[in-house]
């Protein structure tokens, strides 16, 4: 079936806006990762979805980050008043079950904060 | 705390050379390691992954990597690189089932391969 779609691709934003990047996975996936990537960075991961449920958010770098899923399908990623350094690529990755599973890609959101 | 090191940010190698990017990582437990591929606009995608069994891993496009666990790397190798593997290639390490592990990965960040015709 389709992949793991992600939109908007590009977003501009002035410093202090609110954002939504949204993500689909591919249908019947119950595990969902979000990642970011800075410029010149590896991927650093955000929050973990099992169905609707977030049991990792480890990764959320400020609680101006939120994230929401709903049921085993789309999930929103939330940035409260942008700051400049939040601006990267965002990663959206669903798998079948979690742990065991490859995890497969979408093509990402590019974040840019004037 | 979990990381991974890409020693090489950014490789120049003409057709037909040999490839190895090297990866190490620190974690003291049983890992899960991958390598994945971002070939120029396209998703990122799983190239090959190890979880048990023979330290030597092959993958797909001709890509194998070997786990040395004394030395915690994960080295890429491809014995004869063509154009089309200009792409830029990260090494992920996870931890073991259960003990909380969600399954996240953690990323080095990235080598850059360049591969002249």
């Known amino acids: 079936g389709a992949g793991v779609s992600q939109s908007p691709s590009n977003k501009v934003t002035e410093k202090g806006k609110d954002v939504e990047l949204r993500c689909d996975p591919i249908?019947?996936?119950?595990?969902l990762y979000w990642y970011r990537q800075r410029l010149g960075q590896g991927l650093e991961f955000l929050i973990y979805?099992?169905?609707?449920?977030?049991?990792?958010k480890s990764g959320l770098p400020s609680d101006r980050f939120s994230a929401e899923r709903t049921g085993e399908s789309v999930s929103t990623l939330t940035i409260q008043r942008t700051q400049q350094e939040d601006s990267a690529v965002y990663l959206c990755?669903?798998?079948?079950?979690?742990?065991?599973?490859?995890?497969?890609f979408g093509p990402g959101t590019r974040l840019t904060v004037l | 705390a979990q990381s991974v090191s890409q020693h090489n940010h950014h490789v120049i190698l003409s057709e037909a050379a040999s490839l190895e990017l090297g990866c190490n990582y620190s974690y003291g437990g049983t890992v899960n390691l991958f390598w994945y591929v971002q070939y120029p606009g396209q998703h990122l995608q799983l190239l090959l992954k190890y979880f048990s069994g023979d330290p030597l891993v092959k993958g797909i496009k001709g890509f194998e990597a070997e786990f040395i666990k004394s030395k915690f790397s994960f080295n890429l190798r491809k014995p004869s690189v063509q154009w089309s593997d200009t792409a830029e290639y990260f090494c992920a390490v996870r931890g073991p089932y259960g003990s909380g592990n969600t399954g996240k990965l953690i990323f080095g960040q990235g080598t850059t391969l360049q591969v002249k015709p």
């Open positions: 990755a669903s798998s079948p079950t979690g742990y065991t599973d490859t995890q497969y």
């Open positions: 249908s019947g996936h119950t595990a």
């Open positions: 979805f099992q169905g609707n449920s977030a049991p990792d």
